[in-house]
């Protein structure tokens, strides 16, 4: 008969590979939920970037709507103005039209990065104001003007941005209600 002693260097040994496996178990657990946490965190955080993105179109949207109302009313306010005028004159020759305003003219500029300036340079008021970039991606700008009222000196920013595959455009096309223009785009 074959007898087996256990030494006490084997006990140890085996009590040893015991926690050794214990603790892989648990470290495996818990990196399986440290893993899932995470996965959890970066899905609520693109949820956050998507709603904040929504949110900036939003307001920009909200902000071109408030400024066109208020060239709206701007408007009727200098149409009031002319019809008051033109009873107490009796003649609307001596007023002066809105052609003989001017016409808005456009300069981009680079800001600084990925940011540009668009400015009317010119002597009139620009409503619908939208640019075009073209092929660019749509995901590669940011703030493009959609239906902006722009005043004479006024200016608006938007980012242009270029990624490996898709560089920055060499032009923009600005348009607006009654005019178009095309714009080169200068590299930073």
Do not use: C
Not at 1 to 20: H, N, R, Y
Not at 67 to 95: C, F, K, N, W
Request: aromatic share 6%.
């Amino acid at each position: 008969m074959l007898t087996m002693a256990i030494e006490m260097g084997d006990a140890a040994t085996w009590a040893s590979s015991g926690v050794a496996l214990l603790a892989l178990f648990f470290t495996a657990v818990q990196y399986r939920q440290q893993s899932k946490r995470q996965a959890q965190q970066e899905e609520e955080q693109a949820a956050r970037d998507r709603a904040q993105a929504e949110a900036s179109q939003i307001a920009t949207r909200q902000a071109e709507a408030q400024e066109r109302r208020a060239y709206a009313i701007e408007q009727t306010l200098h149409a009031v103005v002319r019809m008051l005028d033109e009873s107490r004159q009796g003649s609307l020759d001596a007023l002066p039209s809105d052609a003989a305003e001017g016409v808005p003219e456009w300069q981009l500029s680079h800001k600084r990065g990925d940011a540009y300036v668009l400015r009317n340079v010119g002597t009139a008021v620009a409503t619908g104001v939208r640019v075009d970039v073209g092929q660019h991606p749509r995901g590669l700008t940011r703030a493009l003007p959609e239906d902006a009222v722009v005043r004479p000196q006024e200016a608006v920013e938007f980012l242009l941005l270029a990624a490996w595959g898709a560089p920055r455009p060499n032009s923009i096309r600005v348009e607006w209600d009654g005019g178009e223009q095309t714009l080169p785009v200068t590299e930073p």
